[in-house]
T-cell receptor, first 117, second 112 residues
Framework: DTEVTQTPKHLVMGMTNKKSLKCEQH?????MYWYKQKAKKPPELMFV???????INESVPSRFSPECPNSSLLNLHLHALQPEDSALYLC????????????????FGPGTRLTVL | QKEVEQNSGPLSVPEGAIASLNCTYS??????FFWYRQYSGKSPELIMS????GDKEDGRFTAQLNKASQYVSLLIRDSQPSDSATYLC????????????FGTGTLLAVQP
């Protein structure tokens, strides 16, 4: 079973709203990722969590705030977003993430389509 | 700047033909190579991973890796209209960040 789930599937929010995206996996993976994907572009890495600790922040604006409450859950808290933040937000997981180590296969969730008005 | 290059396409092939998708990468220390399929509006789905030089076959799919030429390809035999999608090549360089670098993807259109 290589299932990563994400909720909600679609989200429309105003620039003053606060919302959260949720990602869950039950594969025992200890690394989880957030990606952003604009139309006709490849996914861009935002954050990596390894063993519930933030390992990589790709210089993402502070209006995006990740959280990893436990090894199965990953949240992305959104506040004061801009229309240009509208995109498909993808969560992925892998068995592990070890800086300098051998890369593991990443499995993607279905994504959340975010529209910022 | 680590780069992964793909022809954006569209690559159009008739049903039943072999589709050949190509990818080049810039860094010789790359360790892992992945092909993902992405249907319009959907998330990437893993098709193949390959780590060693040579061919790796899985059903109708064959991944080919040539590290000396910094080249990885995906062959799809007996192409079906359901194979029509964008194919993303992803390369992991390991190292301190150990993250995936994606190519821009090749759009494949299989004509019935």
């Amino acid at each position: 079973d290589t299932e990563v789930t994400q909720t909600p599937k679609h989200l429309v929010m105003g620039m003053t709203n606060k919302k959260s995206l949720k990602c869950e996996q039950h594969m025992g993976h200890r690394a989880m990722y957030w990606y952003k994907q604009k139309a006709k572009k490849p996914p861009e890495l935002m954050f990596v969590y390894s063993y519930e600790k933030l390992s990589i922040n790709e210089s993402v604006p502070s209006r995006f705030s990740p959280e990893c409450p436990n090894s199965s859950l990953l949240n992305l808290h959104l506040h004061a977003l801009q229309p240009e933040d509208s995109a498909l937000y993808l969560c992925a997981s892998s068995h592990r993430f070890v800086a300098g180590g051998f890369p593991d296969t990443q499995y993607f969730g279905p994504g959340t389509r975010l529209t910022v008005l | 700047q680590k780069e992964v290059e793909q022809n954006s396409g569209p690559l159009s092939v008739p049903e039943g033909a072999i589709a050949s998708l190509n990818c080049t990468y810039s860094d010789r220390v790359s360790q892992s190579f992945f092909w993902y399929r992405q249907y319009s509006g959907k998330s990437p789905e893993l098709i193949m991973s390959i780590y060693s030089n040579g061919d790796k076959e899985d059903g109708r799919f064959t991944a080919q890796l040539n590290k000396a030429s910094q080249y990885v390809s995906l062959l799809i035999r007996d192409s079906q209209p359901s194979d029509s999608a964008t194919y993303l090549c992803a390369v992991s360089y390991g190292g301190a960040t150990n993250k995936l670098i994606f190519g821009t993807g090749t759009l494949l259109a299989v004509q019935p």
